[in-house]
């Protein structure tokens, strides 16, 4: 913004002091906002990967479902800081919003994720009672051979 106006030389309404406030204010104001976001972003990401630890019980711990949930969690991790940061930030990224995000997804791994794994493994013990499927004839050519021998109408 220019103190002087380009075709009068007029001084503009504001004064010095009121251009560098205005040019300071929005961005500190702005700091508290982004630090709340980020952090909570990063144990929205702790618990995206607690999840893929808990379908990975499912997948009966198979190692590339594991390393498909690993890829998903940590894409969507990525995929979440950014877009966080995008929207309150303005696309800045600063050392203190890695540094944030960094420390609210490791307290989360530590404190709450502990805390999880344990209910998890605790429900990966129960039991769950398996499905009786119905037994079906292993070859089609047998019920083809079947209905080849039957001479009787449609029913």
Excluded: H, W
């Excluded at 106006?5 to 906002?33: E, F, I, V």
């Excluded at 990063?42 to 479902?65: A, E």
């Excluded at 919003?97 to 013990?125: D, N």
């Amino acid at each position: 913004m220019y103190l002087f106006n380009s075709k009068r030389k007029t001084q503009t309404s504001k004064t010095p002091s009121k251009l560098k406030k205005d040019k300071m204010l929005y961005p500190t104001l702005n700091q508290p906002y982004v630090f709340f976001v980020i952090l909570l972003a990063g144990l929205v990401s702790g618990f995206l990967f607690d999840l893929s630890n808990f379908l990975n019980i499912f997948f009966n711990r198979n190692k590339v479902t594991k390393q498909i949930l690993y890829f998903l969690a940590t894409i969507s991790s990525a995929f979440l800081l950014v877009l966080c940061n995008i929207l309150c930030n303005y696309g800045i990224f600063r050392i203190f919003i890695i540094l944030t995000f960094l420390t609210a997804f490791i307290l989360q791994r530590f404190t709450l994720g502990s805390l999880i794994s344990v209910a998890i493994s605790k429900v990966s013990k129960i039991k769950l009672p398996k499905l009786k499927l119905r037994k079906t004839k292993t070859s089609s050519s047998e019920t083809v051979q079947e209905n080849l021998n039957d001479n009787s109408p449609l029913k």
